[in-house]
């Protein structure tokens, strides 16, 4: 089955402490992003990556890091989480490079930083 | 930067037809997507215009004015299911194309 997995999909965790979201693709695309979604916001991409070892900034990087050494895994890193990146995070994938073919939405993971 | 406008909330009745709106800024616009996204679930896939016009799939439709920065999500024989946010997003260039989404509309159907 065609799919974009997440892990966790719940994390409480405490300011500071160090942490990594992990997502993972099943069907060989090539674009893979990175949003947070916050009431009244909709989803702010946080970063993408257009294939291995190519990564950009999207509109709210500060905060993140990513990294892309596999074509199916695109980890997000808090290297010092803050209680404002209490949010619901969303990876995606797509492919060909751009999003001009849909992109399929893992699952989700909400994060609470205390 | 790139606002995408739509409301933020809005009702129907199971079985009506229901309109959502959609404004964007049309510098740089290369294409608009809409997602229909379940409360605590992933947005999923609806339709896509890159053209002026109607695009008809099943019970959704989605138009498309490029002039005018507008466009809009129809959605016929309104099911209970239907209950949901609509999530406008537009893609723009740049040197890389970017996808800006909207805060999203809540549309409740009740009976």
């Known amino acids: 089955e065609a799919q974009v997995t997440q892990n966790p999909r719940y994390l409480i965790t405490v300011t500071g402490k160090k942490l990594t979201v992990t997502c993972s693709q099943n069907?060989?695309?090539?674009?893979m992003s990175w949003y947070r979604q916050d009431p009244g916001l909709g989803l702010r991409q946080i970063y993408y990556?257009?294939?291995?070892?190519?990564?950009d900034k999207g509109d709210v990087p500060e905060g993140y890091k990513v990294s892309r050494k596999e074509k199916r895994n695109f980890p997000l890193i808090l290297e010092s989480p803050s209680p404002n990146q209490t949010s619901l995070y969303f990876c995606?994938?797509?492919?060909?490079?751009?999003?001009?073919?849909?992109?399929?939405f893992g699952p989700g993971t909400r994060l609470t930083v205390l | 930067g790139q606002n995408i406008d739509q409301p933020t909330e809005m009702t129907a009745t199971e079985g009506a037809i229901v309109q959502i709106n959609c404004t964007y800024q049309t510098s740089g616009f290369n294409g608009l997507f809409w997602y229909q996204q379940h409360a605590g679930e992933a947005p999923t896939f609806l339709s896509y215009n890159v053209l002026d016009g109607l695009e008809e799939k099943g019970r959704f439709s989605s138009f498309l004015s490029r002039s005018k920065g507008y466009s809009y999500l129809l959605l016929k024989e309104l099911q209970m299911k239907d209950s949901a946010s609509y999530l406008c997003?537009?893609?723009?260039?740049?040197?890389?194309?970017?996808?800006?989404f909207g805060a999203g509309t809540r549309l409740a159907v009740h009976p």
């Open positions: 997003a537009v893609m723009f260039s740049g040197g890389y194309n970017k996808l800006i």
């Open positions: 990556s257009m294939n291995v070892e190519v990564t």
């Open positions: 995606a994938s797509s492919s060909p490079p751009g999003p001009t073919d849909t992109q399929y």
């Open positions: 069907m060989n695309h090539e674009y």
